[in-house]
């Protein structure tokens, strides 16, 4: 094979596995972001149940990631990918459900009960559904251009974690059930582009057994415990800022991650290269210090200026940091390991995520926004800490690979 050959990037595969990562985190983000006025406007839950479902989704996840990574590891790309394709498209449909049980009657709390299951099984199937397209992507990018490819990669993800939630706000005010018929919709979508996908189940020469060890890839961990203390801010932005700006009179949170998506478009064209050339710690440096003063402005200046200007800094932060940081968790991984590598990442990811929006939702409700916002920002420097006391010393960092 010529060396021009191994540097392609583009491929067939790798646009639809882009695609349909781009489906997967629409659907999960339309329903995350409009979840806690769900439980609010149909179920008349407040902040605190919210924070105990963002909980419940993210650990259902965490817990399952790392038996996902190792049937990864074992060859199983498609056949986990549309496990959790079919299963994002049914839970929507399982949350109407729900609607419809407290409209015909039934105890509030059966509902209840059965929109948090569902939320819990929504999060498994989105651990099934990511940790297999951040694999198939991996499998897919020449060593030279990782950090590139998985920047385009997780351009889709972050794209659809500020464009669904306007989208979800807009479809919810036309009524619920549009706006989980078209989650549902996204994933017939996918489904199709996953059809049309020519990889094959990866063959694997020795069949990797199930060990407590081989679960978790210990190169990964620096970069993905750094990920997880930083998405702690972002993970109360999904879930809370929508609410916290509807209710201090501020322009539409839909807005606000219409915002963000410019900054990530824009920010995930570079990054990638940047981290090839330079190493990930640019971006953890400027990605902490640029959500830091998102959240100071959030909390101690909240109008409309600095409600926006808190939009670009943290689209900045997010877009910047996320593909940075799985680069270095996974670009040093052999194939036959890339499926532990990426659930270990993602392990972090879904407890930043679940942890932020539970912490977020404890506090908001003990001592209001302000003390929140302040409060969670110091994950921020905690996080810039982490990393320059041991994650850039560490041989994952991609400055020892350039």
């Known amino acids: ?190 489904l199709v582009l996953f059809l049309c996908m020519r990889t094959h189940q990866r063959p694997v020469a020795e069949k990797q057994p199930l060990t407590l060890k081989g679960l978790i890839d210990a190169d990964a961990v620096p970069a993905s415990v750094i990920c997880l203390v930083f998405l702690l801010t972002w993970g109360a932005l999904e879930n809370f800022l929508s609410k916290f700006a509807a209710e201090h009179g501020l322009p539409s949170g839909g807005v606000f991650f219409l915002i963000t998506a410019v900054m990530l478009v824009l920010v995930r064209l570079t990054v990638g290269r940047l981290a090839d050339k330079k190493g990930e710690g640019i971006f953890v440096y400027t990605c902490n210090a640029a959500m830091f003063a998102a959240f100071l402005l959030l909390a101690l200046v909240p109008n409309a200026v600095t409600f926006y200007l808190s939009a670009v800094l943290a689209g900045y932060a997010f877009g910047g940091i996320e593909p940075a940081l799985q680069s270095m968790a996974v670009h040093i991984a052999p194939p036959e390991r890339r499926g532990s590598a990426n659930s270990t990442f993602l392990c972090a990811y879904d407890i930043g995520l679940g942890g932020g929006g539970g912490i977020a939702g404890v506090l908001i409700a003990g001592v209001g926004y302000k003390m929140m916002f302040l409060i969670v920002s110091a994950a921020t420097i905690l996080s810039l800490l982490l990393y320059l006391f041991w994650g850039r010393n560490h041989p994952s960092s991609l400055r020892f690979h350039q």
Not at 28 to 49: K, Y
Not at 164 to 176: C, D, E, F, H, R
Request: aromatic content about 10%; overall charge neutral; charged content about 10%.
């Open 1 to 190: 094979m010529s060396e021009q050959k191994r540097e392609t990037l583009w491929n067939r595969d790798f646009v639809l596995i882009i695609l349909i990562n781009f489906l997967v985190f629409m659907n999960h983000i339309m329903v995350l972001n409009t979840f806690p006025m769900f439980l609010d406007e149909v179920l008349g839950m407040g902040e605190d149940v919210a924070g105990i479902a963002a909980f419940a989704f993210s650990a259902v996840a965490v817990v399952l990631r790392p038996f996902i990574g190792w049937l990864l590891n074992n060859g199983k790309r498609k056949s986990i990918l549309i496990v959790g394709v079919i299963g994002m498209g049914l839970m929507p449909l399982g949350y109407l459900s729900s609607t419809m049980l407290a409209a015909l009657g039934y105890s509030i709390t059966c509902a209840i009960a059965l929109a948090l299951v569902c939320r819990m099984l929504h999060g498994v199937s989105l651990a099934f559904s990511n940790t297999s397209t951040a694999t198939i992507a991996s499998d897919a990018l020449p060593q030279s251009r990782f950090a590139e490819g998985m920047g385009y990669f997780g351009m889709a993800t972050a794209l659809a974690t500020s464009m669904a939630p306007a989208l979800s706000l807009a479809l919810k005010g036309v009524s619920w059930v549009l706006m989980f018929a078209v989650a549902t919709g996204f994933m017939a979508v996918a």
